[in-house]
């Protein structure tokens, strides 16, 4: 079993930065991709950003040059660094895992763009 844990999110103004951080736990060797995923109210879960183990990491058209994803492999940790942040990227964000082939997902991070 691997259990997530996002943290990092918050209220924050248009153009503003957040980072958030997801820990993943459990009786783990390596994961080898962990991906960034958000919901916005009413519409579908939608991938962010994708990070594999010795690949170029993939982002959504909507957040290419604003978003960087990276990993800290030996600690299971990987991290969404947003900057120039707008109202659309209101969401909540949740980090998925695959791991022996099997999806794991955390609680998710309720990130709020605003004025």
């Known amino acids: 079993q691997v259990q997530l844990v996002e943290s990092g999110g918050g209220l924050v103004h248009p153009g503003g930065s957040l980072r958030l951080s997801c820990v993943a736990s459990?009786?783990?060797?390596?994961?080898?991709?962990m991906d960034w995923y958000r919901q916005a109210p009413g519409k579908q879960r939608e991938l962010v950003a994708s990070?594999?183990?010795?690949?170029?990491?993939n982002y959504a058209d909507s957040v290419k040059g604003r978003f960087t994803i990276s990993r800290d492999v030996a600690k299971n940790t990987v991290y969404l660094q947003m900057n120039s942040l707008k109202p659309e990227d209101t969401a909540v964000y949740y980090c998925k895992a695959i791991y022996w082939g099997q999806d794991y997902w955390g609680q998710g991070t309720l990130v709020t763009v605003s004025s």
């Open positions: 459990g009786r783990i060797f390596s994961i080898d991709t």
């Open positions: 990070s594999t183990t010795a690949r170029t990491p």
